[in-house]
């Protein structure tokens, strides 16, 4: 549980941030995508006798860039994701037989695992975080102006062509340090909810993700609690708790207006 709440703070403090931008850039779709392929790669890395985290590491980093491509226009963002998705979903399920690893292990890659989570996981996930934040600091002007004033950007002259792969990424690293705690299914709940739930409160990019750190940690936290005290699993009480919050967002913005 020490190993898991520490890899939760991390966990929770990249998605939260990372979500600002995922929100602002309109790339839900692409962090649901990347759970799949996420799990994908998770069991490609049992196959190879690897660490989950390193399988999912180079699946979702090759796949981002690409798919992101496929993804970049609308008219067939939709046909996109179906297709990476379906084929990646394939792919997991044809390495995990292949592995022939037992049901409960399977179940850990796809929805998350609190016991599976050592002290080299944590110690190889602070390393990987670090270097995402690291990141984010150096190109943080420059990725807010491209992500909530895109247009303003290219008159600019801003290299808006390597902010968007650096941030893809980005991306793919935040998905498999996430994937350790809620599962590679689930991995879009933090960073979508708890940074869309922090629009509604706050309007600027630092206090955003701010809050939207706060609401990931609330989740995480809790959830790793009762997930101990109830032998449930994780991550149904991290997406019912980010839920909660996100409904009682749009709740007060109702209210609001």
Known sequence: MQNAYMAGTLIAIISGIMGVFVIARNMSFLTHTLSEIGFAGAAFGIFMGWQPLNGMLLFTTISSIGVGELGAKSSRR???????????????????????????????????????????????????????????????????????????????????????????????????VAAQIVGSLLIFILLTLPAAAAKYFVHTVGKMAGLAVIFALVGVWTGLYLSYVTNWPVSFFIAAIEAGIYFIALAVDWAKN
Do not use: C, H
Request: hydrophobic content about 60%; charged content about 10%; proline content about 1%.
């Open 78 to 176: 939709e046909n996109a994701i179906s297709a990476v998705s379906a084929l990646a979903i394939g792919l997991g399920i044809l390495f995990l037989s292949l592995a022939d690893t037992n049901a409960s292990y399977a179940t850990g890659i796809l929805f998350g695992s609190v016991i599976g989570i050592s002290r080299a996981n944590v110690i190889q996930m602070m390393a990987l975080s670090a270097g995402v934040l690291l990141t984010l600091v150096v190109i943080y002007r420059f990725l807010k102006f491209d992500s909530f004033d895109p247009i303003g950007a290219r008159v600019e002259g801003l290299w808006t062509r390597t902010l968007s792969v650096i941030f893809l990424i980005l991306l793919a690293f935040s998905v498999s």
